[in-house]
C-alpha cells in the first residue's frame, strides 16, 4: 500500500512543480518599487474580467500596547468611514455603485484590505485606496459610532462565546510578555477608552507607503497600471519607520492552569505550547507535526480522544504562521461529563509517543501530500493568488518564499518531526485551560 | 472546398456552439451511464487538481420519516464497506490529502470532493465504493450518535447560532424543513442501525442521481472509472416517485418567542416571512430588492443600524428558496437596552421600502453590483460542479444565468418596488429573539405578544 501510494506522490511532486509555475512563476509576477517605499506586485490573469486588489500593511496586534489594545482592528473599521475627499460611508458606497466589494481583516502581524471588482472600477478603485491610506478622518462622532461596532463585534465574538473566551484567557497566560498576550479584538475598557489623539498618531505611524505592500491579481495590463499607480500613490510621502518590535517572551520554566467557569452547557478544554516564528528553521517540521496530531479522522488525536476514547467530540488546533513566536495550540471540545484531566493525560500520552517513538513514514507522507493540497487549492481563484502573495510579503518578509513552502516541507524527515515533539511539546511548557460549566444553571 | 476554409467553418461552428451555450457557464459534456446517473464533464488544466459532486434527489432531509435520519445516514455512508473499516476509509482520505464529505440538505444529498489529480482515480474510487456498498457498521453509528447528542448541547452556548435553530422550529413548525440535519434527543436516542439501512436502501439509488466533474483529468481517465462500480450501481425495485413538497405553512399572525439565556449580554433575532420559490418570474428582482434592503454592507438595514447608529457589527437580509418554496430573513444583534430601538428602526425601514421603495441611483448601484460581482461565484472547480448538478436539479438550462444577468440588468425601480410590497410583512410574521429575558422583555413588547421559554429547555421548540 505504501509502495502505491509512494509513486503517486513522486508523479504528483512533479505535476505540482510544474503547474506552480503556471499559476504563480517568478516571471509572471511583476515587482514595481515606488520612491516613497511602496512595494507593488502584479500579477496579470484573463481568467475572469474581474481583479483582486489587496493592500497590506505591517500592523496588527503584535505592535499594540497596553491602554491601545484592539486599536489595529478599530483602525481597519475606520478606514472605511470617510476622508475629506470621500466622506463617511462613500468609499462603500461608491465602490458598490461600480460594482466592487471588499473586506478587510486584521491579524497579530498584518492587516489587510482585499478589494474584488470588475476591471472596468480599477482606477475609480485606487484612486479612493490611495486616499484613505493617507488622509482618514476619523470624525469624532463617527469615531463613537464605530466604537459601538467594535464593543459589538467582541460581545458576539468574544464574550457571548465561550470557545473565544476561552481561547483569549490561554493566550493571556500562555505568553506574558509579548504584544500576542492581547487578543486582536482588543480588551473591552480599552475598546471603550480609547482617544481619537492616540489612535490617529499609531495611524499616521503604521499607515504609510513603506509600510504596506500592494498586490494587484487579475484583469487589467502591467503596462497601463504602473503610470497609475505612480499617479495616485506616488505623491504620499514616507513615514518614518515604525518602531520594532523588541519585547521576548521569556522562557516558561513549569505548566501553567487555567480554570473559567461560567453558564455554560458544555465545557471546553485548551493545551498550548509556545512554539518558534514561521521564518525558523524548526517551523516545516512542526507544520507536519500539527497535521499528523490534527488533521482529518486518521490523526493522533483525533484517534485518540474522539474515536478511542471516545472523550471528546472534536478537536482542532495547530500552528500559525506569524512573524514572532507564537503557539502550537489544541482545542478539545470534551464530551458533557468526562473528567477533563483526562484529556491532558491522553495529549501527553500521545505527545510522549511521539517523542519516544516518532512518527511513521506513512504519517510523514500524508502530511506532506495535504499540505501540498492545501497550497494548491487557493491558486484557484484571483483572490486566492493575491492573499497567499500578500501574506507571504508580511510573514517571510519576500513573496519569493512562495516557491519555498514545498521544498521545504520535502525536506523535513521524520526524524526532525520527533526532534521537534521533543523540543516545543513537554510538559514544563504547558498552559492548559478550561472552561467548566457553572454548577445549578447547566 | 480547400482544407483551410475547412478548418475555418470547423472553427466557427464550434465557436457558435460556444456562444449559443452560455456567457457565463462553460458548457460541460454530457452522457449518462446505463442505470441512468447523469454525468457533466468540463476539462480544466489549469491546476493539477479535481473537483467532483453529485446530487441525490431522493435521498434529502425533506424525504426522512425521522428528523435528522437522512443526515445521520449520509454521516455514516464512508464509516465502512465490505473491504475497509471506517479507520481505513479516513486514512485513506488523508493519505491522499483529499476532502469528501456526504451531507444531506433539504432536498437532495450531496456528496463532494477533490484532490490532486494524481490522486483523484483512488479518491473517487473510495466514495463510489462507499456511496454503492455501505455496511453501516452498529458502533459507528452509536459513536455518531453520541457526538451528535453532545454538538445539540454546545449549539445553546452560542446564541448567534442557536437563535436560527429556535428560529427554524418557530416558522416551520412540523414541516419536513422544520427538521434540524442533527436530529432531537429522543430520536437520536432510540434510531436503530435498520432504520438506516432501511432508508439508504429506499432513497439512494443512480437513477435520478446527477454528477458533475471537473479539472486536470481526461474524459477517457473519467469514463474508466465510472464504467467499473457505478455503472453497475442497480436501482432500488420501486420505481422512482415523483417527489413531493409539502407547501409551507403561512405565519398565522405575529408569532413572536423569546428564548431566555440569563448570561447573554447581546440579544440576537430572526424576522421570517414568505419567500419566493426557486424559478420564481421574480427572481432577478428579488436579487436588486434584497442587494438594496440588506445584501450587502451599504444596505438599508446595515447602514441604518451599523453604519449610523454603530449598535450592531452587521444586519442583513436574505432569501432561501426551494424548488417550490422560499422564506425571507432579517436579522441582526444589539446589546441588550438596544434591542427595542434596533427592531424599531427595522419596521420603519419595512415600511420605508413598501411606500416609496428605491430611487433610480440605488437600483443602478445594485444592478452593478449583482453583475461586477457575479464573476467570481463561477471560477473555481467547486462552484461550477455545484452550478452543474443544481441547475439540472431545478430544471433549468445552463444558460440560466446568462438570463438572470440580463434581467438585473432591467430590473427597475417598480418591480424592486413591487418585490419590496410582495414580500416585506406588515401583520403576519415569525419572530425570534435569545437573549436575557429580565433585561429585554419589556423593550419587545410593542412587536407582538411573547411567549418566553428558558434555553435550558430540552429542544428548540
Redesign the interface.
Known amino acids: 500500500m505504501i509502495n502505491t501510494f509512494f509513486r503517486v506522490f513522486v508523479l504528483a511532486v512533479f505535476v505540482l512543480t510544474a503547474s506552480l509555475s503556471s499559476a504563480i512563476t517568478r516571471e509572471n509576477v511583476k515587482v514595481h518599487m515606488l520612491t516613497n517605499g511602496l512595494k507593488v506586485l502584479l500579477l496579470e490573469s484573463k481568467t475572469i474580467p474581474n481583479i483582486s486588489y489587496y493592500t497590506f500593511f505591517r500592523v496588527g496586534g503584535r505592535n499594540e500596547v497596553v491602554g491601545l489594545t484592539g486599536v489595529s482592528h478599530f483602525i481597519e473599521h475606520m478606514m472605511f468611514n470617510g476622508s475629506p475627499k470621500f466622506g463617511p460611508g462613500e468609499f462603500d458606497r461608491v465602490m458598490e455603485f461600480h460594482g466592487g466589494a471588499n473586506n478587510a481583516y486584521t491579524g497579530m502581524d498584518m492587516t489587510a484590505y482585499t478589494d474584488w471588482f470588475p476591471s472596468s472600477a480599477l482606477e475609480k478603485m485606487m484612486e479612493m485606496e490611495a486616499d484613505r491610506i493617507q488622509d482618514a478622518t476619523f470624525d469624532p462622532n463617527v469615531f463613537e459610532s464605530e466604537r459601538g461596532v467594535v464593543a459589538s463585534e467582541r460581545r458576539l465574538s468574544v464574550e457571548n462565546n465561550n470557545d473565544h473566551l476561552l481561547d483569549e484567557t490561554v493566550q493571556a497566560t500562555a505568553i506574558l510578555a509579548h504584544p500576542y498576550h492581547h487578543g486582536v479584538i482588543g480588551w473591552m475598557s480599552d475598546i471603550l477608552n480609547w482617544k481619537r489623539d492616540a489612535v490617529l498618531k499609531y495611524y499616521k505611524t503604521y499607515y504609510a507607503p513603506n509600510n504596506a505592500v500592494l498586490i494587484v491579481v487579475g484583469d487589467f495590463e502591467t503596462k497601463k497600471i504602473i503610470p497609475m499607480i505612480e499617479r495616485y500613490y506616488g505623491k504620499i510621502p514616507a513615514a518614518t519607520p515604525p518602531p520594532k518590535v523588541t519585547t521576548m517572551e521569556p522562557q516558561q520554566l513549569g505548566p501553567r492552569k487555567l480554570v473559567i467557569r461560567r453558564e455554560a452547557q458544555t465545557p471546553g478544554f485548551q493545551a498550548v505550547y509556545p512554539v518558534s516564528a514561521a521564518t525558523h528553521p524548526d517551523f516545516p517540521a512542526l507544520q507536519l507535526l500539527d497535521l499528523i496530531l490534527l488533521r482529518g479522522e486518521s490523526s493522533r488525536l483525533y484517534r485518540k480522544l474522539v474515536r478511542d476514547c471516545q472523550l471528546a467530540v472534536s478537536v482542532y488546533g495547530g500552528i500559525q504562521e506569524t512573524i514572532d513566536p507564537f503557539l502550537f495550540s489544541f482545542v478539545v471540545k470534551p464530551k458533557v461529563g468526562i473528567e477533563l484531566d483526562r484529556i491532558e493525560t491522553e495529549i501527553e500520552t500521545v505527545l510522549a509517543d511521539i517523542v519516544k517513538n516518532g512518527v511513521t513514514p506513512n504519517e510523514l507522507q500524508k502530511a506532506k501530500n495535504q499540505v501540498r493540497t492545501d497550497f494548491y487549492s487557493p491558486l484557484e481563484t484571483i483572490a486566492g493568488q493575491a492573499n497567499l502573495l500578500g501574506q507571504m510579503e508580511i510573514i517571510y518578509g519576500d513573496w519569493q518564499a512562495t516557491f519555498q513552502v514545498i521544498p521545504k516541507i520535502e525536506a523535513v524527515t521524520a526524524e526532525r518531526v520527533r526532534e521537534v515533539a521533543a523540543t516545543y511539546l513537554v510538559p514544563d511548557k504547558k498552559t492548559i485551560g478550561l472552561l467548566i460549566p457553572k454548577e445549578g444553571e447547566k | 472546398m480547400n482544407r483551410l476554409s475547412l478548418i475555418i467553418i470547423v472553427a466557427l461552428f464550434f465557436s457558435c456552439v460556444q456562444a449559443w451555450g452560455s456567457r457565463t457557464l462553460p458548457i460541460p459534456q454530457t452522457f449518462s451511464l446505463k442505470n441512468g446517473m447523469k454525468v457533466y464533464f468540463l476539462s480544466d488544466a489549469?491546476?493539477?487538481?479535481v473537483a467532483f459532486r453529485m446530487v441525490l434527489p431522493e435521498a434529502g432531509s425533506l424525504t426522512e420519516t425521522q428528523e435528522g435520519l437522512a443526515s445521520l445516514t449520509a454521516e455514516l455512508i464512508t464509516k465502512g464497506t465490505p473491504e475497509k473499516s471506517?479507520?481505513e476509509i479516513?486514512?485513506e482520505?488523508?493519505?491522499?490529502?483529499?476532502s469528501l464529505s456526504f451531507s444531506a440538505a433539504s432536498e437532495f444529498l450531496e456528496v463532494s470532493g477533490?484532490?490532486?489529480?494524481?490522486?483523484f482515480p483512488?479518491l473517487f474510487q473510495l466514495a463510489i465504493a462507499s456511496l454503492t456498498a455501505p455496511t453501516f457498521p452498529q458502533a459507528e453509528l452509536d459513536?455518531e450518535r453520541?457526538?451528535r447528542l453532545?454538538?445539540l448541547?454546545?449549539i445553546?452556548?452560542?446564541?448567534?447560532s442557536a437563535v436560527n435553530f429556535y428560529f427554524r422550529k418557530a416558522y416551520f413548525g412540523n414541516h419536513p424543513l422544520g427538521a434540524i440535519s442533527l436530529g432531537n434527543e429522543s430520536a437520536l436516542k432510540g434510531f436503530q442501525r435498520q432504520q438506516v439501512v432501511d432508508f439508504y436502501s429506499s432513497h439512494y439509488r443512480p437513477d435520478s442521481a446527477l454528477l458533475a466533474v471537473t479539472g486536470n483529468i481526461s474524459i477517457r481517465t473519467l469514463k474508466s472509472l465510472l464504467e467499473n462500480r457505478l455503472s453497475k450501481w442497480a436501482n432500488p425495485v420501486q420505481s422512482l416517485q415523483p417527489l413531493r413538497f409539502i407547501p409551507i405553512p403561512l405565519p398565522a399572525g405575529k408569532k413572536c418567542l423569546l428564548i431566555d439565556k440569563?448570561?447573554?449580554?447581546?440579544a440576537y433575532f430572526v424576522l421570517g416571512v414568505p419567500g419566493i420559490k426557486k424559478a420564481d418570474p421574480e427572481t432577478a428582482s428579488s436579487q436588486v430588492f434584497n442587494t438594496l434592503f440588506g445584501g450587502?454592507?451599504?444596505s438599508w438595514l446595515n447602514?441604518e443600524l451599523?453604519?449610523?447608529?454603530?449598535?450592531?457589527?452587521g444586519a442583513r437580509s436574505s432569501f432561501q428558496s426551494w424548488r417550490n418554496d422560499g422564506i425571507f430573513t432579517i436579522s441582526s444583534?444589539?446589546?441588550n437596552d438596544q434591542i427595542g430601538e434596533m427592531l424599531k428602526i427595522v419596521f420603519e425601514l419595512i415600511v420605508k421600502a413598501k411606500k416609496d421603495g428605491f430611487d433610480q441611483?440605488e437600483i443602478?448601484?445594485a444592478r452593478?453590483?449583482i453583475?461586477?460581482?457575479f464573476?467570481?461565484t463561477l471560477?473555481?472547480?467547486e462552484s461550477k460542479v455545484r452550478a452543474y448538478t443544481e441547475l439540472t436539479f431545478y430544471g433549468e438550462s445552463f444558460d440560466y444565468y446568462d438570463h438572470l444577468l440580463s434581467r438585473v440588468s432591467s430590473t427597475d425601480q417598480s418591480s424592486a418596488r413591487s418585490l419590496a410590497s410582495r414580500i416585506l410583512p406588515k401583520e403576519k410574521y415569525v419572530l425570534v429573539v435569545v437573549g436575557k429575558a429580565d433585561e429585554i422583555l419589556k423593550r419587545l413588547e410593542p412587536f407582538g405578544i411573547w411567549e418566553v421559554k428558558k434555553i435550558?429547555d430540552p429542544g428548540f421548540h
Open positions: 489549469t491546476l493539477p487538481m471506517a479507520e479516513a486514512a482520505i488523508d493519505f491522499l490529502g483529499a477533490r484532490s490532486l489529480s494524481e490522486n483512488a459513536k453520541n457526538i453532545e454538538r448541547k454546545s445553546k452556548d452560542n446564541p448567534s440569563s448570561d447573554a449580554s447581546q450587502r454592507f451599504t447602514s451599523r453604519i449610523k447608529r454603530g449598535l450592531t457589527y444583534y444589539t446589546k441611483d443602478i448601484s452593478n453590483y453583475l461586477g460581482q464573476p467570481p471560477e473555481d472547480m435550558s
